[in-house]
């Protein structure tokens, strides 16, 4: 295996994992760090974790297991794969885990960039942009975990690690590679952000970082990198999966709540509301044997508007609320892959992850694009598709062509 990737949550993880794909590199995913060797065909390994909203301390030592595991494999260059919105608060866990992973591989200069223009983010003077206006101002600034609410990366970055945080331009990267190979070599000790714009900026990027050990940023950072190690674009052939489907949505993204209205307007529909799971009101079985009544695949939502979210965190806790639907998003997928559901698609990364722990999944092959940032999956050695969705990717009517693409109708 020649590259190794890190992601902080299985949403990213399936994403970065479809660029590498589409970029020509045999690409796994597996869910969690594993426990045994991978078969030699594979070039690219991208391990799912669950590890960006999680104590800081406990991401840099599941991160380093990853990093060692990876290493062990025969990789020679790591990408520590975030959310293009940059998802984190003033304790980390971005910085935390960059330095504890350059300190691992003994990487002096890390460069960095969480943009990925086809998907609507841009960094620009340092700034992070999506579509046209601050990360600040996009709805992130709301984000019921991790509120993002400083649009400049190199002052996120800056209050997380003990390392000096410094800047590539796009007038360097416009430049080229070797202008931003020379302005990454007067770092010294750093991290380093790099502003993108469009896609030939990343395509710049990745042959600036052919000789890097280690790299942080967004999925699209991918898009230079397989061609580092002789691989060109390939079609990918998939299979689809038949047979009962099933929505799930616990995002709280306007992009996600919008995709939900659309939805519910031609599919049967399920809120899952956190006073009914707080209190256990909710009936786990009385849910899924609905779901299954179902001709049209249901939809099983609990993403609300920001202000019902902030009021449900308000009475009982943010973490414990978030713990709480996620368990139960977790048991769902359990319950209704046993009862025969064989597609399922999940909007919001901490959902993804409930999902996939839930579906006790291990290994995910990778198929074609649903849409940007988000492939169709298989469950290794079971009849089983996927789409992971972070909250804000796809368009209005995303869940139903998802479905699709997952059968094989697209």
């Not at 340092?126 to 400083?150: A, I, R």
């Not at 009936?283 to 939809?299: G, K």
């Not at 940007?372 to 298989?378: F, N, S, T, Y």
Request: hydrophobic fraction near 45%; glycine fraction near 10%; proline fraction near 4%.
């Amino acid at each position: 295996m020649k590259l190794g990737v890190i992601a902080d949550d299985f949403t990213g993880a399936s994403d970065i994992a479809l660029m590498l794909s589409e970029g020509g590199m045999p690409t796994a995913q597996f869910v969690g760090v594993p426990e045994h060797s991978i078969d030699d065909h594979i070039e690219a390994g991208v391990v799912g974790l669950k590890s960006r909203t999680i104590a800081a301390a406990d991401a840099v030592a599941i991160s380093l297991e990853a990093c060692d595991w990876l290493l062990s494999q025969g990789c020679q260059q790591i990408i520590f794969k975030v959310c293009s919105t940059f998802d984190s608060t003033d304790a980390g866990n971005i910085g935390p885990v960059t330095e504890a992973l350059a300190d691992r591989l003994g990487e002096e200069t890390v460069l960095v960039c969480p943009a990925f223009p086809e998907n609507g983010r841009s960094v620009y003077q340092g700034h992070l942009f999506v579509k046209d206006v601050l990360l600040s101002e996009s709805g992130m600034q709301h984000h019921p975990l991790t509120p993002m609410t400083d649009p400049d990366i190199r002052r996120v970055l800056a209050r997380q690690t003990s390392r000096s945080v410094k800047h590539i331009s796009v007038s360097d990267v416009w430049a080229g590679p070797d202008a931003v190979i020379q302005n990454a070599s007067k770092a010294g000790k750093a991290m380093v952000v790099v502003d993108a714009v469009r896609n030939e900026d990343l395509m710049t990027f990745g042959r600036a970082a052919a000789s890097r050990k280690l790299l942080t940023g967004g999925s699209g950072i991918a898009l230079g990198l397989p061609q580092n190690f002789g691989f060109q674009p390939e079609t990918s052939s998939w299979a689809g999966v038949s047979g009962k489907a099933v929505v799930l949505s616990g995002s709280c993204s306007a992009a996600t709540r919008g995709q939900v209205a659309a939805y519910k307007a031609s599919a049967p529909s399920r809120e899952l509301n956190a006073d009914d799971i707080m209190s256990q009101r909710l009936s786990l079985q009385e849910v899924v044997e609905w779901a299954i009544r179902q001709d049209t695949a249901p939809l099983l939502y609990s993403s609300a508007d920001p202000a019902i979210v902030a009021a449900a965190q308000d009475k009982y806790g943010r973490e414990n609320s978030a713990d709480a639907i996620e368990k139960v998003f977790a048991n769902l997928a359990a319950a209704l892959s046993h009862e025969g559901v064989k597609r399922i698609v999940v909007a919001g990364g901490e959902t993804s992850g409930a999902v996939v722990s839930g579906l006790q999944a291990d290994t995910l092959e990778i198929g074609p694009k649903i849409a940007a940032g988000v492939p169709a999956l298989k469950v290794a050695g079971r009849p089983l598709a996927l789409a992971l969705k972070s909250g804000n990717f796809g368009g209005p009517e995303f869940f139903s062509e998802a479905l699709s693409v997952l059968e094989g109708r697209v």
